[in-house]
């Protein structure tokens, strides 16, 4: 069997982008360049998103079509433009749980390498406030949800 | 309505997850486990490359027996420990839907710069890309 990644609960993705670094950082945090990718559901849905990309600000991401409402929000940990982006994530992939993502731009020439590190934290992690700008995150997590659209 | 109720559908299946993730947060389950991924061994034989006590080390079989990843049986006098494959395949469950996730966003992302750029150059007013 092959279970690779032994600390389980992290995903990490790499990709090389012929775009420059400002480029990736705005698709990632302007809701008008959002819902052009981040939506698994191309075209068919009706896609809102908001953002407010400072520490403890939040986003989210609402699809819609007639048979079922999707929505993905989190708060930012970290605006770093255009090195670093940290949000935590909620939504249907992580089962509604709370999830961190960190994605790093590294310019290279006239490409930039991105790194997206999608992480499933230990909800002893979370009880315990281990992850830095944890505090009022779940909070933030709340009033995200509970904003609706 | 938010998919809040399909939330509650996984909840103990997320809950299950969790109670593992936790578990392989430990360098040290993590070795047990790596461990037993090559066959199953007597506690003994999985206590004996660390530099602590049985004791210390029993615990840590303990979490990872509680959180399902670890399975114990008796063998005469021996107790053998094995891999409950079942448990991390849910692990790898989460990764690798996480991880199509991504790419297929890195698709539709690399897409939409191609969009960006064929527009960008179009455009009448641009002087950038202009001498062409």
């Not at chain 1, 698709?27 to 407010?52: F, H, I």
């Not at chain 1, 939504?91 to 790093?104: A, I, K, S």
């Not at chain 2, 991880?99 to 539709?108: C, V």
Request: charged share 30%; proline share 4%; glycine share 6%.
């Amino acid at each position: 069997m092959a279970h690779g990644d032994m600390t389980g609960s992290t995903v990490q993705i790499r990709r090389r982008m012929r775009a420059t670094a400002e480029q990736i950082f705005d698709l990632w945090t302007q809701p008008e360049l959002m819902v052009r990718w981040m939506s698994p559901y191309p075209g068919a849905v009706n896609c809102k998103a908001s953002c407010d990309p400072h520490p403890g600000g939040a986003f989210s991401l609402f699809m819609s079509s007639e048979e079922s409402n999707r929505e993905v929000s989190g708060t930012y940990v970290e605006v770093d433009r255009p090195r670093k982006l940290v949000f935590t994530w909620i939504g249907p992939l992580t089962n509604n749980v709370d999830t961190l993502v960190t994605v790093e731009i590294h310019p290279r020439g006239h490409e930039t390498d991105l790194v997206i590190t999608h992480e499933r934290l230990p909800t002893q992690a979370i009880i315990e406030g281990h992850t830095r700008g944890w505090g009022n995150i779940l909070d933030h997590l709340a009033d995200a949800v509970s904003k609706g659209f | 309505m938010i998919d809040i109720e399909a939330g509650k559908e996984a909840a103990s299946r997320t809950a299950r997850l969790d109670v593992v993730f936790a578990a392989l947060a430990d360098p040290t389950r993590r070795a047990i486990i790596e461990r037993l991924s090559r066959g199953e061994a007597r506690v003994t034989e999985v206590a004996e490359p660390f530099d602590m006590s049985l004791n210390a080390v029993s615990k840590h079989i303990r979490v990872l027996e509680a959180s399902g990843v670890v399975e114990r049986h008796r063998r005469g006098r021996d107790h053998i420990l094995s891999i409950n494959a079942r448990s991390l395949d849910e692990v790898d469950g989460w990764i690798e839907q996480t991880r199509r996730y991504w790419e297929r966003r890195l698709d539709a992302m690399e897409h939409l710069l191609r969009e960006l750029e064929t527009n960008h150059k179009s455009e009448p007013k641009d002087h950038k890309h202009g001498s062409r």
